[in-house]
């Protein structure tokens, strides 16, 4: 882990995501977060708007980062990525 990763804000829990079978990541942060969202092959649409959005403002501010949280997982439950 680099110093950069150890300084940035955490979630309470990670988000679990698959986008292959047996395969699955857990986010962490909300910079993971924006990195895989800007990565993610469904990149349309209000609610990947709103959990980019969010995903972003929590880089920069913490009192975000649950809200960042919960945009990611509704983003990842909506198009069945949540584990």
Same mark, same amino acid.
């Given at each position: 882990?680099?110093?950069?990763?150890?300084?940035?804000?955490?979630?309470?829990?990670?988000?679990?995501?698959?986008?292959?079978? /047996?395969? $699955? $990541?857990?986010?962490?942060?909300?910079?993971?977060?924006?990195?895989?969202?800007r990565t993610c092959p469904v990149?349309? /649409?209000?609610?990947?708007?709103?959990?980019?959005?969010?995903?972003?403002?929590? $880089?920069?501010?913490?009192?975000?980062?649950?809200?960042?949280?919960? /945009?990611?997982? $509704?983003?990842?439950?909506?198009?069945?990525?949540?584990?």
């Amino acid at each position: 882990m680099n110093q950069e990763q150890s300084i940035q804000p955490r979630f309470k829990s990670p988000v679990r995501i698959s986008l292959h079978p /047996g395969r $699955t $990541t857990d986010i962490e942060s909300p910079r993971q977060a924006f990195d895989f969202l800007r990565t993610c092959p469904v990149q349309e /649409g209000p609610i990947f708007e709103g959990a980019l959005e969010a995903c972003f403002a929590a $880089t920069y501010n913490d009192e975000a980062i649950e809200e960042a949280r919960r /945009g990611l997982r $509704t983003f990842a439950k909506a198009h069945g990525f949540l584990v």
